[in-house]
């Protein structure tokens, strides 16, 4: 069964940027189109940004321009590059795929905009 750890998260001044990560035990993640997803406090769960198995991206129009993912097959990895960060950032991110049955959910990573 594949396991999902994020990392990376923090806490961050307006303006800043930070670089999650997303490592996925088992050989499938590949093959998989993969995304990152944020719960804010009171929240329901959003996608912010997808990267399909061949490379395409995705994002919500409330992250476009700041925020890139990206993936390492090879490492079994996904990554959310985030710029310009904002308050309304601040949220639970979680990793899994965008599409079909999910994988278990992992713990998140805290990001927190403050100043």
């Known amino acids: 069964q594949v396991q999902l750890v994020e990392s990376g998260g923090g806490l961050v001044q307006p303006g800043g940027s930070l670089r999650l990560s997303c490592a996925a035990s088992?050989?499938?993640?590949?093959?998989?189109?993969m995304g990152w997803y944020r719960q804010a406090p009171g929240k329901q769960r959003e996608l912010v940004a997808s990267?399909?198995?061949?490379?395409?991206?995705n994002y919500a129009d409330s992250v476009k321009g700041r925020f890139t993912i990206s993936r390492d097959n090879a490492k079994n990895t996904v990554y959310l590059q985030m710029n310009s960060l904002k308050p309304e950032d601040t949220a639970v991110y979680h990793c899994?795929?965008?599409?079909?049955?999910?994988?278990?959910w992992g713990q998140g990573t805290q990001v927190t905009v403050s100043s």
């Open positions: 990267i399909m198995n061949i490379g395409s991206t």
């Open positions: 088992g050989s499938i993640f590949s093959i998989n189109d």
């Open positions: 899994n795929k965008v599409r079909g049955l999910l994988f278990p």
